[in-house]
């Protein structure tokens, strides 16, 4: 096991979502390729979306259970 999955093993639930979170903003400006099927399931989410625009749940609500204490 190298250091970093050691460090990482020995973070808590909280520390790892707060951890994933940071590296996909890290990734926001990377142009990443998607195969043809990824595409296409992202179009049907953008179309689903815009034909019922309130089912969505901001991300700050959906990060704020993750991170809510139980």
Do not use: Y
Not at 38 to 56: C, G, I, W, Y
């Amino acid at each position: 096991m190298t250091n970093i999955q050691k460090e990482i093993a020995g973070l808590s639930a909280a520390e790892k979502f707060e951890l994933i979170d940071t590296l996909l903003e890290s990734l926001e400006s990377e142009q990443l390729p998607f195969t043809s099927e990824q595409s296409a399931e992202l179009d049907r989410r953008v179309a689903l979306h815009e034909r019922s625009p309130s089912s969505a749940v901001p991300w700050e609500e959906v990060r704020s259970r993750l991170f809510k204490e139980r």
